[in-house]
T-cell receptor
Framework: DQQVKQNSPSLSVQEGRISILNCDYTNSMFDYFLWYKKYPAEGPTFLISISSIKDKNEDGRFTVFLNKSAKHLSLHIVPSQPGDSAVYFCAATGSTLGRLYFGRGTQLTVWP | DTGVSQDPRHKITKRGQNVTFRCDPISEHNRLYWYRQTLGQGPEFLTYFQNEAQLEKSRLLSDRFSAERPKGSFSTLEIQRTEQGDSAMYLC????????????FGPGTRLLVL
């Protein structure tokens, strides 16, 4: 039972444009959401997070939006750069949960 | 600032052999997590520790798998009688020990069972 879903396995964006990666979740106990970036043969690298008490969190070129009523979050990257090309994982957890629940990832390719 | 480290980075073994992986968390972190990732999937939770106590184990963790964190610092994950289906990337992460927290991952150990 996939409690965190990333329905787009891949996304291709031109350098300088906006990349929007989407994620949906089903478990109402989730109150903390994270995005990780992963290169092949490496562990996931933490990118940005958001608590359920907020609907937006920004860090440089990265912004995460949370829509609790829709159980949906998105990661915006502006402007996109070729070095952003990687697999992006959405993850969720809760204050009473220890583990992270991950989506299957979206492969982002940023082309010049 | 030393991150999470894992050893070895790669392991090739024959079916039926036992393997052991080590994880050293970020020094001030109380929680240590193990995940497994296969191709095309996100990381899947295996187990986690709060200090030396193992608080949760996934159904994925069959009786061939055992994890320890004897002094609340580093952890080991042992797989006995390896099977080809055990081939995966084994990831370790650590966190401060607060519910709903950011977990920081190590580089992973890639296991190939022949």
């Amino acid at each position: 039972d996939q409690q965190v879903k990333q329905n787009s396995p891949s996304l291709s964006v031109q350098e300088g444009r906006i990349s929007i990666l989407n994620c949906d979740y089903t478990n109402s106990m989730f109150d903390y959401f994270l995005w990780y970036k992963k290169y092949p043969a490496e562990g996931p690298t933490f990118l940005i997070s958001i608590s359920s008490i907020k609907d937006k969190n920004e860090d440089g070129r990265f912004t995460v939006f949370l829509n609790k009523s829709a159980k949906h979050l998105s990661l915006h990257i502006v402007p996109s750069q070729p070095g952003d090309s990687a697999v992006y994982f959405c993850a969720a957890t809760g204050s009473t949960l220890g583990r992270l629940y991950f989506g299957r990832g979206t492969q982002l390719t940023v082309w010049p | 600032d030393t991150g999470v480290s894992q050893d070895p980075r790669h392991k090739i073994t024959k079916r039926g052999q036992n393997v052991t992986f080590r994880c050293d968390p970020i020094s001030e972190h109380n929680r240590l997590y193990w995940y497994r990732q296969t191709l095309g999937q996100g990381p899947e939770f295996l187990t986690y520790f709060q200090n030396e106590a193992q608080l949760e184990k996934s159904r994925l963790l069959s009786d061939r798998f055992s994890a320890e964190r004897p002094k609340g610092s580093f952890s080991t994950l042992e797989i006995q009688r390896t099977e080809q289906g055990d081939s995966a990337m084994y990831l370790c992460a650590s966190g401060r020990g607060v519910g709903g927290e950011t977990q920081y991952f190590g580089p992973g150990t890639r296991l190939l069972v022949l």
